[in-house]
């Protein structure tokens, strides 16, 4: 089962006894301070989660698979995820 923004709000509004409003309110502006940081190229460090940082990939030359196609991919930016050790510990133990 996939989490929602709206499953986190939900749970935000249960846990705290918050509104809907002031729940949903709470969780966006948690998201727009992580996207800040980011746009601004400045790393998310949540501790006992793991680090949010950006990335800046080069151009290269990619191929279209359908019709096989050289064709050239350009430079961007992405976003890259590390879990932390505390959070795979606790994935990996609650696994097996």
């Known amino acids: 089962m996939t989490m929602t923004k709206a499953d986190i709000v939900q749970t935000v509004y249960q846990r705290l006894g918050l509104s809907k409003k002031e729940s949903a309110d709470i969780v966006e502006s948690v998201f727009e301070l992580i ?3 980011l746009e601004n190229g400045d790393p998310v460090k949540i501790s006992g989660f793991g680090n949010f940082t950006m990335r800046e990939k080069n151009p290269r030359q990619g191929r279209n698979p359908k019709t096989g196609e050289e064709v050239e991919i350009s430079a961007r ?11 795979l510990n606790k994935v990996n133990n609650g696994k097996g």
Do not use: C
Request: no cysteine; hydrophobic share 45%; aromatic share 8%.
């Open 35 to 37: 996207r800040n940081q």
């Open 77 to 87: 930016r992405v976003v890259t995820f590390k879990a932390s050790q505390i959070l």
